[in-house]
């Protein structure tokens, strides 16, 4: 089973809101990814999660948090969004986090729309 | 600055042919080699990995990777209208810390 699931696949919201993305996965992956795809265009590394703790962080503006309560969980959480931070995001998670040699299974994505 | 660099196409083939995607990589120190296909709105989906020169065949779609000429190449046997798709390069870089996405070649089978 290679699945990563991720809440809500669609998610529409003002400047001022605060919401949350959710990701999950039950197959035992010790590193969890967020990405950022624009359309068409490939996607772009937001933050890397390796044992829950956040490795790396690709200069993301503070109004993007992530957070990983557990090892089967990562969150990204939203705050004062502006219109251009619409996108897919999307959460990926492989066996180890070994400098992109392993392999990443994605989530379906959230569709997100900034009003 | 390390590059992965994919023809945008798209790349038009008849059903029942073979389509040749391409892919080449600027990092020599570079391991890990990923296919994905993205249908329009979703999400990328591994199709294959490869790691050592040579080819890797699974079902349709033959992988070929040539470390010394530093390309990477995805095949697709018998394609099928469903095949259409964007289909995206990914390179481990050896001094970086993830992966490095070409920017995905379209593909469209027709009928």
């Known amino acids: 089973d290679t699945e990563v699931t991720q809440t809500p696949k669609h998610l529409v919201m003002g400047m001022t809101n605060k919401k949350s993305l959710k990701c999950e996965q039950h197959?035992?992956?010790?590193?969890m990814y967020w990405y950022k795809q624009k359309a068409k265009k490939p996607p772009e590394l937001m933050f890397v999660?390796?044992?829950?703790?956040?490795?790396i962080n690709e200069s993301v503006p503070s109004r993007f948090s992530p957070e990983c309560p557990n090892s089967s969980l990562l969150n990204l959480h939203l705050h004062a969004l502006q219109p251009e931070d619409s996108a897919l995001y999307l959460c990926?998670?492989?066996?180890?986090?070994?400098?992109?040699?392993?392999?990443?299974?994605f989530g379906p994505g959230t569709r997100l729309l900034v009003l | 600055q390390k590059e992965v660099e994919q023809n945008s196409g798209p790349l038009s083939v008849p059903e029942g042919a073979i389509a040749s995607l391409n892919c080449t990589y600027s990092?020599?120190?570079?391991?890990?080699f990923f296919w994905y296909r993205q249908y329009s709105g979703k999400s990328p989906e591994l199709i294959m990995f490869?790691?050592?020169?040579g080819d890797k065949e699974d079902g349709r779609f033959t992988a070929q990777l040539n470390k010394a000429s530093q390309y990477v190449s995805l095949l697709i046997r018998d394609s099928q209208p469903s095949d259409s798709a964007t289909y995206l390069c990914?390179?481990?870089?050896?001094?970086?810390?993830?992966?490095?996405f070409g920017k995905g070649t379209s593909l469209l089978v027709t009928p």
């Open positions: 990926a998670s492989s066996q180890e986090w070994r400098e992109g040699q392993e392999t990443q299974y």
């Open positions: 197959m035992g992956h010790r590193a």
């Open positions: 999660y390796s044992y829950e703790k956040l490795s």
């Open positions: 990092d020599r120190g570079s391991q890990s």
């Open positions: 490869i790691y050592s020169n």
């Open positions: 990914a390179v481990n870089t050896d001094s970086g810390y993830a992966l490095n």
